[in-house]
């Protein structure tokens, strides 16, 4: 059986020709150089309103720093006021003894027995604000020092900072875990500037962690209440009150437990933070952020404010947090308004 098979016609290759393009070349004559002299002006960088805008907003996300305490005279006259008034008083009640002695000697007893009371109370009110104080200045003190260690100090100063920073956090349970593991690397050799970072991770990042909980919980309250309430004593009011309640717990927080005059003295330094960033004016630097998430025909005028006041008591605990904190953020990134805007802006839509 025979099969036909067909064979393939036999491949021819195709002759290479020439094809020639024509292509139009336009270049276009170039552009006798020219003058703008008339109709520009250059503005002088005090007077850029852009690059001051710039500046402001990188103002507002500087870390706070507690105010330098130099002598002045007011505090001179205050003290020598202040000494004065005590001796007058003890000379008032000198005589009032006296008095009393005159008329009865168990009237004179009672009260010089009312005095000692009263001078053992005053005694223990001042005793615990000065080691308020004390604490402060220690947590400043440690601050400063670690902002000035460089990889020439030795390790063994790190290691006494570090001693005296787990002496003051010891209270609180946050940092048992960062405690235990900074002294499993107790024999090894590490650098002092690594040292630093490793206790601002280990024992700094729980209290952080808390220290936002606080400031977004904080705002929120403030956001809230303050786009409900009916007037506006009554938001001065409660802003006051909340960022108080703040700057207190953020300094129990991170060890430094003050008393009156030191939580005086930390609301002063956060207002005068606030006044040198221009973020006491909430009106322009706020007001853009709010705006610039598209909320202008989304809010009504009072759930404004609130988001106002909520952004700036949290820009308030910020600034708390900066003064407060033991170490300089290094190893860690530093909270910024936007870190809270989100939440407080969902906070105040919710109601309604």
Known sequence: MTTDKQTPPPFS???????????????????????????????PDEQDVFLQASELGAAAELEARPRKRRFSFGKLAAAGISAFLSM???????????????????????AIGLLALSALALVVVVGREVLGLMRISAIQHIKNEAESIFPKDSPRQARSLIDRLETILSHRPET????????ATKDDIIDAPQLIELAERELL?????????????????????????????????????????????????YGGRPGTLGLIRILRDVVAHLAVTGSIAVGDSLAQQVL???????????????????LLTARIGIA?????????????KRPGIGDFMSDILSTTKSPS
């Open 320 to 332: 708390a947090m900066d003064l407060c904190r033991p170490l300089p953020f290094k190893a860690l």
């Open 176 to 183: 048992a875990k960062g405690r235990a593991a900074i002294a």
């Open 13 to 43: 290759p195709r002759r290479p020709e020439a094809f020639s393009l024509e292509t139009e070349k336009t270049v276009a004559a170039p552009r006798k150089p020219q003058a703008f002299d008339e109709g520009f002006t250059v503005v």
């Open 292 to 310: 610039g998430h598209g909320l202008a025909a989304k809010l009504s005028t009072r759930l404004g404010e609130g988001v106002i006041n909520g």
């Open 88 to 110: 007058a008083f003890w000379l008032w009640a000198d005589q009032i003894v006296r008095d009393l002695f005159a008329r009865s000697d168990w009237l004179g007893y009672t």
């Open 205 to 253: 990042s729980p209290l952080d962690a808390r220290a936002r909980t606080m400031i977004l919980a904080a705002s929120r309250r403030t956001s809230v209440v303050t786009a409900v309430s009916p007037r506006a004593i009554v938001d001065l009011a409660y802003v006051l009150f909340e960022v108080t309640r703040l700057v207190r717990a953020m300094a129990e927080l």
